[in-house]
């Protein structure tokens, strides 16, 4: 008995000592499966229990810690003495709140013990009231507690706070460890974020709100998931794969939620014109708010626009007239009709919007024409203003498009007039390697596809353009796509002809609108009151 228990000694002691330079070395893992095999062989040993308790410090394990150093100091053990200093420690400094349930003063002496109640009153206070900044003096002072971490980050989120709640995330991966409990928590964060569901404005029902309190949260909504999205795209994946994952997912939920409200608002908007148009309702009560909910109020003229659902009957001209008029003014006052000025210098940009603007404005001009057919006298006179108005629009989206014709090749290629040929080709294909598809990251957005494209096809004509001796000499002459502009020039004259055929002189069958077409619109009753007007001259 004596001879083995002398072996045991011996090898215990070797087995401390190897533990020591294993956690000396900060190899926890390798450390903790030597502890638990020599712990098979000698179970409840008060020195291979202290070294475990070290491991799982060292890997932010403090309930095992705690439990593991209160059973050395309780037993008879020359290591009962470090043990209490450790207590001390992971009690008080690594803040371990639950210390003041277990240990009594005796154990963590007068002054700890009383720091320790402290220290819990104040964060139980901080945690009841939502005081963050207490919480993250408190984190500070604790600072290899992630769970503390954890629980401001949440309470960071339920408040909105989302940027602050990044910069916690970034100090909570910096003492994270290979914790299976801790990586969890930060995966549930992640998802918790892209999920948006418990700490965002969420639009209900609309018959809880007045339109301009929908339209109005939902502007908030989407202001704060733009906020969300921002901050997310802004920070790279912390360094494990299962929160790498969760951070992937919050992006792709963050983008379908961002999706679902857009379609809620273009589908809310039907629902809304269409009522207004069939009562009494004007649509200036709506709050269309085309200046200060201009991101809602694009959806709305969008889905105007894009599905034309404005139902022309007899019942409702004012209201048609007044979306006529809101969809007018929207137009004119497209803030971005004056950002793309001569000085504006991203090209693909300019083209992208001049497209755009030139179907909205050709949508509102063929709207215009249709509800002419169910105009009084009175109301075309209005209708001819907002033609006027139209032909305003076309003027200067023109002008635009001329300018979006004639790109400067040179400063989309990065180079000068005096830049030799093989300088453009060296400019040229840097240039296209970083705008080549193969290069596109995941979650790179349709609209930036679409420009990425663009402007990979406008370098490959300013290549194209500038490494050839005649096409150069007509681009520096200003002669660069004469003929599509000259075209593009008889489109811009009939557009406006279509529009000044809606004089109120007008009397049928010479608009941009045929009788065959006119006649699919209306009704039985529509149609024959529409040939006697024009039979009677009107």
Not at 91 to 120: H, M, P, R, Y
Not at 418 to 444: G, R, V
Not at 496 to 522: F, R, W
């Amino acid at each position: 008995m004596l001879i083995y228990t002398i072996f045991s000694l011996c090898d215990v002691a070797e087995a401390v000592k190897s533990l020591e330079q294993l956690i000396k070395d900060n190899k926890s893992q390798e450390a903790y499966t030597l502890v638990q095999n020599s712990l098979t062989d000698y179970p409840n040993d008060p020195k291979l229990i202290f070294q475990r308790a070290v491991i799982y410090e060292q890997l932010r394990q403090f309930q095992n810690s705690i439990t593991d150093y209160a059973f050395v100091v309780s037993a008879p053990s020359p290591y009962k003495f470090k043990a209490i200093m450790k207590l001390k420690t992971m009690c008080v400094d690594v803040c371990q709140f639950q210390c003041e349930d277990k240990f009594s003063v005796q154990i963590l002496g007068k002054e700890a013990f009383a720091n320790l109640q402290n220290l819990t009153k104040w964060k139980n206070e901080a945690i009841l009231s939502g005081n963050t900044t207490d919480l993250f003096l408190i984190a500070e002072k604790c600072t290899k507690d992630p769970n503390l971490y954890i629980r401001i980050v949440k309470t960071q989120l339920e408040n909105n706070e989302f940027n602050q709640a990044f910069k916690t995330l970034e100090k909570l991966q910096e003492i994270s460890s290979e914790n299976s409990d801790t990586i969890n928590e930060l995966k549930d964060l992640y998802q918790i974020l892209g999920g948006l569901a418990t700490f965002v404005f969420r639009p209900i029902e609309e018959s809880r709100f007045s339109n301009e309190e929908f339209f109005q949260g939902l502007n908030t909504y989407l202001t704060r998931m733009q906020i969300v999205h921002e901050v997310i795209s802004k920070h790279s994946p912390i360094s494990h794969k299962a929160s790498d994952e969760a951070y992937n997912e919050a992006l792709l939920a963050l983008d379908a939620e961002y999706n679902m409200v857009i379609d809620q608002i273009e589908t809310y908007a039907k629902t809304v014109i269409a009522k207004s148009f069939n009562s009494d309702i004007s649509l200036s009560k709506l709050k269309l708010e085309l200046g200060e909910y201009h991101t809602l109020s694009k959806n709305l003229i969008n889905t105007i626009l894009g599905n034309q659902i404005i139902p022309f009957n007899t019942t409702s001209k004012t209201p048609t007239l007044q979306a006529l008029q809101a969809v007018t003014n929207y137009l004119l006052m497209e803030p971005a009709i004056d950002e793309l000025a001569p000085s504006s210098t991203d090209q693909v940009e300019l083209e992208l919007k001049v497209e755009q603007l030139e179907y909205d404005i050709e949508a509102n001009r063929k709207m215009l024409n249709r509800a002419k057919f169910y105009r009084q006298d009175t109301e075309l006179q209005n209708i001819v203003w907002l033609l006027d108005d139209c032909n305003s629009l076309f003027d200067k989206i023109f002008l635009l498009r001329k300018r979006a014709m004639q790109p400067d090749f040179f400063k989309l290629l990065k180079v000068n007039p005096q830049s030799s040929t093989a300088e453009i080709k060296k400019s040229y294909y840097n240039i296209a390697k970083q705008l080549h598809p193969d290069n596109y990251e995941e979650n790179i957005t349709n609209q930036e596809k679409k420009r990425r494209q663009r402007m990979f096809q406008m370098i490959a004509e300013g290549y194209d353009v500038l490494t050839n001796q005649q096409k150069r000499a007509e681009f520096m002459s200003g002669q660069h796509n004469a003929g599509e502009i000259s075209q593009r020039h008889s489109i811009h004259k009939t557009r406006k002809q279509a529009s000044y055929d809606m004089h109120p002189d007008y009397k049928g069958g010479n608009g941009t609108v045929s009788d065959e077409e006119i006649k699919k619109q209306l009704t039985e009753e529509q149609w024959y009151e529409y040939q006697k007007q024009r039979r009677q001259g009107k």
